[in-house]
């Protein structure tokens, strides 16, 4: 690797999350809730699904708004549909992103292409400054294949937004920058990841463990990465089986948050225009 960190960021914290359900009673694992959005800002919300019981997953999630932000959708196993008020029609397969723009209104829904077998991924909310909350609706279905890929000595790093070892995301925002890489870690291998001190990051293993600065990071945890200042990125260590998780860091907005459920504005007034433009037909 090019990289090499003088001051790593160390871990600050680290969270199991909370089982919810959501949609039409999909189980799902909130790892990123309500009170670490100003902690974690730019981000408003990450979820983890990851289940063999279709019991679990076939409600899906049916039509419902979103206005305010973006969401994120990564795709490990399974065959989600989404349809939106805009006209879009996308399939999320293994591998896949897709990243929808919700700014003034969409009404979208996700549902199973699927009736059994597994169903894993992510879902992260990143948010929008005031001046691009009310913009047109954006929306991007990125394959797999279409998702940049760095290799070094037992590391690939799926590049889904940012930039890693010189290869450019497959999206960029000017406003957060955020960054959101899909780490893949043989055994014992090691990866470090420039990052400036004032961005928000943190981390999630979905296979193996890993250790950052000397913390161990099991499946299905989120590690908060520590702002210390003068500090120049992360370095996660693999354990013994490998390990894959992603990376996600992003610029701080630092603007009042308010959220109703799939609404995040910045004050309540906005919210409640977001209401009433929702049961008037104003977000189709
Ligand atoms: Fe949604």
Do not use: C
Request: glycine fraction near 10%.
């Amino acid at each position: 690797m090019d990289t090499r960190l003088t001051t790593p960021r160390s871990v600050e914290r680290v969270l199991q999350g909370q089982a919810t359900s959501d949609g039409a009673g999909v189980r799902l694992t909130r790892l990123l809730t309500a009170d670490l959005q100003r902690r974690l800002d730019p981000f408003l919300m990450l979820d983890l699904f990851g289940t063999d019981n279709p019991g679990d997953y076939i409600g899906g999630f049916p039509d419902h708004p979103h206005r305010g932000f973006e969401t994120i959708t990564y795709m490990l196993q399974g065959r989600m549909r989404h349809r939106d008020s805009v006209g879009n029609v996308g399939l999320l397969v293994p591998g896949s992103v897709q990243w929808m723009t919700a700014g003034r209104g969409v009404i979208h829904s996700e549902m199973p292409e699927q009736e059994d077998g597994a169903m894993e991924g992510f879902q992260l909310w990143l948010n929008l400054p005031g001046r691009s909350k009310m913009r047109a609706p954006w929306y991007r279905d990125i394959a797999s294949s279409e998702v940049p890929e760095w290799q070094g000595a037992g590391v690939t790093v799926r590049v889904i937004a940012g930039a890693a070892q010189g290869v450019s995301g497959a999206v960029q925002r000017e406003d957060t920058e955020p960054l959101y890489l899909d780490l893949h870690l043989d055994p014992g291998a090691v990866f470090e990841q420039p990052l400036p001190a004032t961005h928000n990051a943190f981390v999630v293993v979905y296979r193996g463990e890993l250790t950052i600065a000397d913390t161990p990071v099991r499946p299905r945890r989120m590690a908060i990465l520590a702002n210390t200042p003068d500090s120049d990125g992360v370095a996660l260590r693999a354990g013994p089986d490998g390990a894959r998780a992603i990376l996600v860091a992003g610029r701080p907005l630092k603007e009042p948050i308010a959220q109703y459920g799939p609404f995040v504005m910045n004050t309540q007034q906005e919210i409640f225009q977001a209401v009433q433009d929702f049961q008037a037909g104003r977000l189709a």
